[in-house]
């Protein structure tokens, strides 16, 4: 194999991904670059659900193997908010902005030793006439006070993952990508992707 499509349109996912799979040779496709411009519905109650209905729509669309990433940030004092409604946490428009200004006003005056969090990934490979498969990762971490760094996307200027004292967005992109969610379950596709 040496393409794979992500069904995804979230730039900041596609670049880890293609950092990700570059160590196994995989070239990485996504929906940005096709044509496909519906919006894909994510009405799932877990992450493995919409995982497996963004990966077999698309799937079953173009007939060819696809891989899905559902993730998120589950926030412990939040009773895990935002969870699956992370990108639209501050409402239908998804912005990443305003989703972090939301869970940190949500936060306030709670000490850090209550804000433990983690990222969740989770991964739904579907292929055609094939059960589709699911790969968990995480990263466990603590909200920040305030958002810190340039790099990364989504919560990563928040997170500040377990023993390290540099969010994820002041990380270099390789930094993040040793540790976190979405590294963790990509390396639970090893055995598929090294039967390819
Ligand atoms: O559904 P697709 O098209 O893949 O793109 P999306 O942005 O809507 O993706 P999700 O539905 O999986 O929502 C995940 C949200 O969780 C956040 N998130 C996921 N991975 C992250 C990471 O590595 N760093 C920071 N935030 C992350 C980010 O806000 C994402 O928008
Ligand atoms: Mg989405």
Redesign the pocket.
Known sequence: MERLL?????E??IK?FRQLFSKYGIEILS?LDLDFNQD?E?TGTT?EE??AI?AETIAKQFQIPVL??????EIDALDGR?G?Y????AGEK?D?QA?LHKVLKELKGIPNKDRTAR?V?VLALARPNIQTIFKKGTCEGIIGGSPVGEN?????PI?YPLGHSAT?AQMTHKE?NEI???SNAIKQLDDWLSLE
């Not at 992500?6 to 979230?10: C, H, P």
């Not at 992370?86 to 946490?89: I, K, L, P, Q, T």
Request: with cysteine; hydrophobic share 35%; aromatic share 14%.
């Open positions: 992500i069904a995804t349109k979230n900041g996912k880890d929906l894909i994510e992450f919409n995982a963004k899905a990433d559902d993730s998120g940030l935002p699956i992370s990108a639209r946490y998804k990443d989703n990222f990934c990364g996307f989504g919560y990563d997170f994820m993040k976190s969610h979405r």
